[in-house]
C-alpha cells in the first residue's frame, strides 16, 4: 500500500512540473494551428508526447533527464524552423510542397500519384468546397497541409 502511495505522488509530482515545462517549451517553439502543421513539427510533437508520457507513466525513469529532454527538442525544433524560413532548399526537405492535381478542369494523374491521392478523394474535397463539376475548376492545388484549394474559372466565380 504504501508503494502504491509513492508511486501515486511520484507520478503526481512529475506531472505537475513537465506539464509547466511542456506548455513553456511549446509556447516558446512557436504558435501554428494543429491542422496546418509541416510534418517536421508534427513529429516533434509526437516526440514530446513520447518523452513526457515515458516519463510521467514510469517512476524507473529519471526525471531531470527528460527535462532536458524538452528543452533540448524545443531548442532542436526552433532551429530548424529558423533554417527552413532562412534557406528555401532546407525548407523543401523538411515540408510538403504544395501539389497541382487539376488544371482546366482536368486531374493531373501524375501529380496524383505522386502524393497518393485518388480521384474520390479530390472530388470529396471539391464537393466540401462546394464544387461538383470539374469543368468548373482552373487549378485545384493540395497545400502542404493537405487541404484543398481551388480557383474557379473566372466565368463561374459569382456575382
Known sequence: MFEFLSDSLLVL???????????????????????????FDYLIIITLGAVVGADIADPSIKHFPTAVAIIIIA???????????????????????PTVVIQNGKFLDKNLKKIR???????????????????????AIIEANGALSVLKKTEKHPV
Do not use: C, H
Open 13 to 39: 509530482g512529475r506531472i505537475v512540473t513537465i506539464l509547466p515545462l511542456l506548455l513553456f517549451m511549446t509556447l516558446y517553439m512557436g504558435k501554428r494551428a494543429i491542422g496546418e502543421l509541416p510534418i
Open 75 to 97: 531548442l532542436f525544433q526552433r532551429v530548424i524552423t529558423n533554417w527552413k524560413i532562412t534557406n528555401r532548399k532546407i525548407g523543401r526537405l523538411l515540408t510538403f510542397e
Open 117 to 139: 491521392y485518388s480521384i474520390d478523394n479530390i472530388l470529396q474535397m471539391l464537393r466540401e468546397k462546394n464544387v461538383f463539376d470539374i469543368s468548373e475548376v482552373e487549378t
